[in-house]
């Protein structure tokens, strides 16, 4: 199955120093809801659902190393306008790391994908209003593509939730 949309990303060329954008794409990049936050979320549940549902597992591998590629070009384009990509956020002029704690580790493969569906909803929502507060047309138009890609994330969410649950009671994994 494929998990990014067949269309190149354009990695940002012309860009100045600009530490409030830097700012504004650390969140996407490792923020509570980030690209650095769904890499882990879904290899644990890949790992987690690797027996019991193998199909579902090499999805989510496929769609963290995705994202994957989505964190390195917000990395890219942090360090382009002048600030190290750190994993965390900049709040008050202090940084807030990012923790494992924002990982979900629900093992109930209903609950997973709900969840998932909810991160690329908050995913696209948040990209949607970060490219309102970056000037840089390249920079929001490689928003634009990572967007693309993370509205086949949560079509394929859907689908999975729909077509494993039409008619079933939720499943408990056993790791």
Request: net charge negative; hydrophobic share 35%; proline share 3%.
């Amino acid at each position: 199955m494929n998990t990014k949309i067949n269309k190149p990303y354009k990695i940002p060329t012309r860009i100045t120093k600009n530490l409030e954008d830097a700012k504004i794409l650390l969140q996407e990049y490792s923020g509570d809801i980030s690209e650095n936050t769904v890499i882990h979320q879904y290899i644990y549940q890949s790992l987690i659902l690797k027996n019991s549902h193998p199909e579902i597992s090499k999805i989510l591998k496929s769609i963290a190393i995705t994202e994957m590629t989505h964190l390195f070009l917000l990395g890219e384009t942090i360090l382009l306008l002048g600030m190290a990509p750190i994993y965390g956020t900049i709040k008050e002029n202090k940084i807030d790391y990012w923790s494992g704690k924002e990982v979900n580790t629900d093992t109930n493969l209903k609950e997973i994908l709900e969840i998932n569906i909810n991160a690329e909803k908050n995913t696209i929502k948040n990209y949607e209003t970060s490219k309102t507060l970056i000037n840089n047309p390249e920079i929001t138009e490689l928003l634009e593509r990572i967007i693309e890609d993370e509205k086949l994330h949560l079509h394929i969410f859907k689908t999975l939730l729909e077509t494993n649950f039409k008619n079933e009671k939720q499943e408990k994994i056993n790791p």
